[in-house]
C-alpha cells in the first residue's frame, strides 16, 4: 500500500487498551473537525465529527474531544484492537472554501 | 448505498504525458473535491465542484484541472506530467447544500510518473 508519510509519530499500544491520538489545527475560525481512518491501499474512512459549539462527541468506541482555546483535537478509542491499526488523520473544514486541511497523520500500531 | 468509485486504480505515465481519471460520487451527492496525497507534502486540496462549476480551487499550477459533468461524475486532467506529480488522488464527495458536510472518499487512483 501506499506511504502516507514518511515519518509519521507512531502510536503503538496493546489488544484492549485505550489509545489516544492528538492533533493541533492551525485555523481558530475553522469550525467543523473531522478524524478519518486511512488504511493501507485505502482512502481515508470517516470515523467522527465534531462542530465547534460542541467539545465532545461520542460514537462508537470513539470520543472526540475539541479545545478551542488551545487549538486542540483529540481521538479516543476504547478497546483497541488490531483492525484500529491504521493512519489517523484530523481535518479542518474552512468552510469558506469547502476545502479539508489535514493533519499530518499518526501512525497507530496494535500489538495483539 | 455503493461509496466513491474512481478509475483507474493506478497508471504509469511519463512526463510530458497528460492524464484523465474519473470519479463517481455517492449517489445523490453532487459536491465533488478531489485531494492529492503525497508521503512529504500529505493530503493537500485541489478543487471542487458543484453543479458542474468549479466552486473552489487550492494552490495548484494550471496544469491540474477539472470538470463535472449533469450526472455528478467528475473528471481531473494533470497535462505535461512532472515527476512530482506521482502522488494518491483521492476523490470526496458530499451533498454539497450545506456548509459544514461530511466529505467521503473514493479509493483514490495511484498516478505514478516516470
Known amino acids: 500500500g501506499e506511504s502516507v508519510g514518511l515519518h509519521l509519530p507512531t502510536l503503538s499500544v496493546q489488544e484492549g487498551d485505550n489509545s489516544i491520538i492528538n492533533c493541533a489545527y492551525s485555523?481558530?475560525?475553522?469550525?467543523?473537525f473531522i478524524w478519518y481512518k486511512q488504511e493501507s491501499g485505502k482512502g481515508p474512512q470517516f470515523i467522527i465529527d465534531?462542530?465547534?459549539?460542541?467539545d465532545k462527541r461520542q460514537g462508537q468506541r470513539v470520543t472526540v474531544l475539541l479545545n478551542k482555546t488551545v487549538k486542540h483535537l483529540s481521538l479516543q478509542i476504547a478497546a483497541t484492537q488490531p483492525g484500529d491499526s491504521a493512519v489517523y488523520f484530523c481535518?479542518?473544514?474552512?468552510?469558506?472554501?469547502?476545502?479539508?486541511?489535514f493533519g499530518s497523520g499518526t501512525r497507530l500500531q496494535v500489538q495483539p | 448505498k455503493a461509496g466513491v468509485t474512481q478509475t483507474p486504480r493506478y497508471l504509469i505515465k511519463t512526463r510530458g504525458q497528460q492524464v484523465t481519471l474519473s470519479c463517481s460520487p455517492i449517489?445523490?451527492?453532487?459536491?465533488v473535491s478531489w485531494y492529492q496525497q503525497t508521503p512529504g507534502q500529505g493530503l493537500q486540496f485541489l478543487f471542487e465542484y458543484f453543479s458542474e462549476t468549479q466552486r473552489n480551487k487550492g494552490n495548484f499550477p494550471g496544469r491540474f484541472s477539472g470538470r463535472q459533468f449533469s450526472n455528478s461524475r467528475s473528471e481531473m486532467n494533470v497535462s505535461t506530467l512532472e515527476l512530482g506529480d506521482s502522488a494518491l488522488y483521492l476523490c470526496a464527495s458530499s451533498l454539497g447544500g450545506a456548509d459544514q458536510e461530511t466529505q467521503y472518499f473514493g479509493p483514490g487512483t495511484r498516478l505514478l510518473v516516470l
Open positions: 465534531i462542530r465547534s459549539n460542541m
Open positions: 449517489s445523490g451527492h453532487r459536491s
Open positions: 481535518a479542518e473544514l474552512d468552510t469558506g472554501r469547502r476545502a479539508l486541511t
Open positions: 485555523n481558530s475560525a475553522s469550525d467543523y
